[in-house]
């Protein structure tokens, strides 16, 4: 696996876009919706969640904007996942948005996406700014995942560190896998620039994986592919081996090979205050 749209999607465990579907139900009658309405997608990945969950599951909008950083994810949600009500954009949302950008949308959601983000300041300070008073946000975050404490423990293993920096794997561990109680320090972060949550839940479930392998291909597409660039296949070969050795401290394993994963899974929407 090196990282593509197409491996994405092959490695996401079909659980995922399930518990989206699920959640959406949950939150979205709550919300007014207008035929007017532009939507922003955080995060949007290769674009399927945006075409076949989000774009089916709103009553009503005009457009919605799926915004991601990686150039091949945006080009192949273009090629394949192509609608004339959605348009793809290379966007990293933490940056200072453009003036025309400020007030613009009406909803602003995201799945999935906020374990990739560490400035949660910036991050909601962008969110707050182009989202209009009285607009509504709905997010899906992995508050708490079996990765996170494996490349905790790779960033000490000797032979892992022959090749990579401990403190650049460090970097991609989430500032909410730190927080002891993930619901309620986002509320607060969120409450900082005038979001305030109306609704949230957080649990905890299993995930299934086909086996190690699989949970360790999403180990690796989850890991920026800048750290594996210039390495020989050989090596990524033996870092994988080395990492087989400690997931099972965070998983379960079943007789046929399966892996059961527990992850933490933090729902939450409400509305720009109005004033």
């Known amino acids: 696996m090196d990282g593509t749209a197409e491996d994405y999607e092959i490695l996401c465990p079909k659980f995922q876009p399930r518990y989206v579907e699920s959640a959406i139900d949950s939150h979205f009658p709550a919300m007014e919706w ?63 948005p453009d003036l025309k950008e400020i007030g613009k949308y009406d909803k602003v959601v995201s799945f999935y996406a906020f374990h990739f983000i560490n400035d949660y300041q910036k991050l909601f300070s962008v969110i ?81 994986f086909s086996d190690k392998k699989h949970f360790l291909d999403l180990l690796f597409a989850v890991l920026p592919k800048a750290l594996f660039q210039k390495m020989e296949p050989n090596v990524k070969t033996l870092l994988l081996n080395h990492a087989e050795q400690i997931i099972l401290k965070y998983v379960s394993q079943k007789k046929n090979g399966e892996i059961s994963a527990p992850f933490e899974f933090l729902q939450v929407s409400g509305m720009k205050n109005k004033t």
């Open 128 to 208: 707050s700014s182009i989202l209009k008073p009285g607009g509504y946000f709905f997010f899906v975050i992995f508050s708490k995942c079996p990765l996170f404490p494996v490349i905790q423990d790779l960033s000490t293993n000797e032979e892992w560190k022959k090749y990579i920096k401990a403190e650049d794997m460090l970097n991609t561990i989430p500032l909410i896998d730190n927080w002891i109680d993930a619901e309620s320090e986002l509320k607060k972060s969120l409450s900082k620039f005038d979001l305030r949550v109306t609704k949230s839940k957080c649990e905890v479930l299993d995930m299934p």
């Open 34 to 96: 207008s035929d007017e309405d532009i939507i922003l997608d955080i995060g949007c990945g290769p674009g399927r969640t945006t075409k076949n969950i989000l774009l089916q599951k709103c009553p009503k909008f005009k457009k919605i904007v799926a915004v991601d950083i990686i150039p091949n994810f945006i080009e192949y949600a273009r090629k394949t996942y192509f609608d004339e009500k959605i348009e793809f954009q290379i966007q990293d949302i933490t940056q200072r």
